[in-house]
């Protein structure tokens, strides 16, 4: 397939499914991709090399459902991998790609090619994942899904790093690192500083005004 071709005829599409950690994600991808299969679509599964807490070359949510997927380490990789027959192509764990990976997804989305592609839409501290904004931006349909608060069971869409001290926006780990928490009760670390620098700035703001 060419880097560059768009297939004439044929309109292509980009998914978000996203949400927080425990949410089913993954679950919701390889729910598309089975019924892709079933319609005898030809499909490639692709997820970054960074993500082997389950299997190396497979896709594998929470619940244990898998399937198999090409394990790359860059977003171009993908579209070096992609066959001219694919017609869906799905993305797990997107959140962990660079930043071309919205090209690359634009690109096959517009050689006529089903793209779905699934990820953290948020890091532990609510701030947009990785390219996931600009993913968001792009996608002709967006899923969010949400997980349960495991403080009071309401619906959550944020995810909590147990321990702050570990600053890294990329830290790959399950339930030992990680809960699924709502607003309320996400506690990001720093947040009440963010609040403070946001009103003091605000109050400059003001009085800046008041003096022209």
């Given amino acids: 397939m060419s880097l560059f071709g768009t297939a004439s005829g044929i309109s292509g599409s980009i ?17 598309r991709v089975k019924r892709a299969q079933i319609a005898r679509l030809k499909v490639q599964i692709f997820k970054p090399a960074i993500d082997n807490r389950y299997h190396e070359t497979e896709v594998v949510s929470h619940s244990a459902l898998s399937t198999p997927a090409i394990a790359v380490g860059s977003s ?5 991998k992609v066959f001219d027959s694919t017609r869906v192509v799905a993305i797990d764990e997107v959140q962990f790609f660079d930043e071309n990976i919205s090209i690359v997804v634009e690109k096959l989305a517009r050689r006529g090619v089903r793209v779905i592609v699934a990820g953290l839409d948020q890091d532990f501290m609510g701030k947009p994942f990785g390219p996931m904004a600009a993913l968001l931006a792009i996608a002709d349909n967006v899923n969010k899904i949400h997980a349960i608060c495991t403080v009071c069971g309401a619906p959550a869409t944020k995810t909590f790093r147990k321990d702050p001290k570990e600053s890294a926006q990329v830290l790959v780990g399950e339930m030992d690192l990680y809960e699924a928490r709502c607003r309320s009760h996400a506690d990001f670390f720093g947040e009440d500083q963010d609040q403070l620098a946001f009103f003091v700035n605000l109050n400059s703001t003001s009085d800046k005004n008041q003096n022209l």
């Fill in 15 to 31: 998914e978000v499914v996203c949400g927080p950690m425990f949410s089913g994600k993954t679950e919701e991808l390889i729910r």
């Fill in 76 to 80: 171009i990789e993908i579209l070096q």
